[in-house]
Nanobody
Framework: QVQLVESGGGLVQAGGSLRLSCAAS????????MGWFRQAPGKDREFVAV????????YYTDSVKGRFTISRDNAKNTVYLQMNSLKPEDTAVYYC???????????????WGQGTQVTVSS
């Protein structure tokens, strides 16, 4: 069982930055790939980024490449999402998720946090 708690969301102007954190419970954090997803009102939950268990490999959806960076600290049981050059279209609830394998679909992830709201004003 893994419990995930996101933090760091908020209101920011376009062009600004935010760093999201996701703290995980349990001693097996390093055995999970960690992903970030987001869901805007009226839209499906979409993949944003994923980091492999050892933190070596990262993957991003095209719309955030070059602006967002996912990273993890296995000693702190935490995964991060650094978001720079934010745009109004980045506005959404952001969720972190954990699974034993790397995936790009929300259906592939076993554990989820409660989400944190990110709002980017124009």
């Amino acid at each position: 069982q893994v419990q995930l708690v996101e933090s760091g969301g908020g209101l920011v102007q376009a062009g600004g930055s935010l760093r999201l954190s996701c703290a995980a419970s349990g001693r097996s954090f390093s055995t999970y790939a960690m992903g970030w997803f987001r869901q805007a009102p009226g839209k499906d939950r979409e993949f944003v980024a994923v980091v492999t268990r050892n933190g070596v490999h990262t993957y991003y959806t095209d719309s955030v490449k070059g602006r967002f960076t996912i990273s993890r600290d296995n000693a702190k049981n935490t995964v991060y999402l650094q978001m720079n050059s934010l745009k109004p279209e980045d506005t959404a609830v952001y969720y972190c998720a954990a699974d034993r394998t790397v995936g790009w679909s929300s259906r592939e992830y076993e554990y989820w946090g409660q989400g944190t709201q990110v709002t980017v004003s124009s």
